[in-house]
């Protein structure tokens, strides 16, 4: 097993011997699969996306699996029909992993993001695994790791990789551009998380010029707003509840979803509105989906909702932004929440 090393920004000494490992081993097979978390956002299918075209236009055979379906406000991206859901047919990766000469795990840390059905049979993969991925405490087991927690996002880390791994840049094309472009926006938050660096910005501008339409890109996914969001939104705004000044939290019941005609997708990025008020550094959001509660954090400064998600809510992420799962009721899950977050605020980092 090799080791998994941390990348250095403007350089790359400790990435070379692994990236010139990927190029042989990617150079020598014929056949791929690439894998992503459930529910894909904009990263996990942006750099899926972008590695499955790299891949492809050098005439190799590969499989794009993901647990489910991408989000229809993604399904822009070149190649999104590509696309298989393993929740829909999951004998394909059962066939495809029998000949992959690779396994390709990008944007998640620990193979149980995948879901527990598709966890299994990723599981059963005897071959080479490569991980490529910015979150924190990944597992061991792969035979090349690029895990990097510094990274905005896991495209921008795809990118420095190929470009150690294929300096040429040939495989910069139009497609990997727009994709990769796209991951970089949305888990950046639009360039305003802490994680941005000057090198994202460097490579932003590769990928605009390589011809990445970032006008179409920001459209497509900002401004296709069902009305049914906003009834959702409304819906979310009225639970609105402040436990403290600093923290703010809302709910949303599966009945909820049922009375706005909204799905889960609509509520997207309905976290982040608790942080635009003056004065939270602490934003929550509960949402009851097919008996359990999803739970997404938001926060800023050095308050670690990582931390505070895998010890309180079964979940994980960035210190910034994470998730969780409460099984159980919606109530027990807020009463967690009201419970324990002075010690979040208190302790920081620390928590």
């Given at each position: 097993?090799?080791k ?6 403007s ?5 070379t ?5 990927l ?9 791929f699969?690439?894998?992503?978390h459930?529910?894909p ?9 972008a ?8 005439g ?29 047919k ?5 066939d495809?992993?029998?000949r ?14 995948t ?6 049979a990723l ?14 405490q990944?597992?061991t087991g792969?035979a ?6 510094s ?11 190929l ?5 040429d840049?040939?495989?910069l094309t ?7 472009y796209t ?9 305003r998380f802490?994680?941005?660096q ?9 990928l605009l010029?390589?011809?990445a ?14 009305p ?22 809302s709910w949303?019941?599966?009945?909820e ?6 799905d ?10 608790g942080?635009?008020?003056r004065?939270?550094?602490v934003s ?10 999803r739970i997404?954090?938001?926060?800023k ?7 505070y ?16 799962t409460?099984?159980g009721?919606?109530?027990e899950?807020?009463?967690q ?6 010690g ?8």
């Amino acid at each position: 097993m090799r080791k998994s090393f941390s990348l250095i920004e403007s350089t790359f000494v400790y990435m070379t011997n692994d990236a010139a490992e990927l190029q042989k081993l990617i150079d020598a097979g014929s056949e791929f699969v690439i894998t992503t978390h459930i529910n894909p956002d904009g990263d996990a299918s942006g750099s899926s996306l972008a590695l499955y075209h790299v891949l492809s236009d050098m005439g190799k055979k590969v499989h794009l699996i993901t647990p489910n379906e991408i989000s229809p406000s993604l399904q822009f991206l070149p190649g999104a029909e590509v696309c298989v859901p393993y929740n829909q047919k999951p004998d394909i990766l059962i066939d495809a992993l029998q000949r992959a000469d690779l396994l390709f795990c990008l944007d998640y840390n620990t193979l149980s993001r995948t879901g527990d059905a598709m966890c299994d049979a990723l599981k059963s993969f005897t071959g080479r695994k490569v991980l490529i991925d910015h979150h924190q405490q990944p597992d061991t087991g792969f035979a090349i790791s690029f895990s990097d927690t510094s990274y905005c996002s896991t495209c921008e880390l795809l990118f420095h990789v190929l470009s150690v791994a294929y300096p040429d840049k040939k495989w910069l094309t139009p497609a990997v551009a727009t994709c990769l472009y796209t991951g970089i926006l949305t888990d950046s938050g639009s360039f305003r998380f802490n994680t941005v660096q000057p090198r994202t910005h460097r490579a932003v501008a590769a990928l605009l010029e390589a011809g990445a339409p970032h006008t179409a890109i920001h459209e497509a996914i900002f401004d296709q707003n069902r009305p049914e969001r906003f009834r959702l939104m409304a819906i979310m705004l009225s639970h609105l509840t402040f436990p403290c000044d600093s923290v703010a939290y809302s709910w949303i019941t599966e009945e909820e979803f049922e009375q706005s005609g909204a799905d889960k997708d609509d509520s997207e990025g309905f976290v982040n509105m608790g942080l635009s008020i003056r004065g939270v550094k602490v934003s929550a959001l509960f949402r009851e989906e097919e008996g359990k509660i999803r739970i997404s954090f938001r926060s800023k400064g050095d308050v670690d909702v990582n931390q505070y998600a895998r010890k309180y809510f079964n979940g994980g992420g960035h210190r910034n932004a994470a998730g969780g799962t409460w099984y159980g009721p919606m109530e027990e899950a807020i009463q967690q929440f009201e419970g324990t977050v002075a010690g979040l605020l208190n302790t920081g980092s620390k928590s």
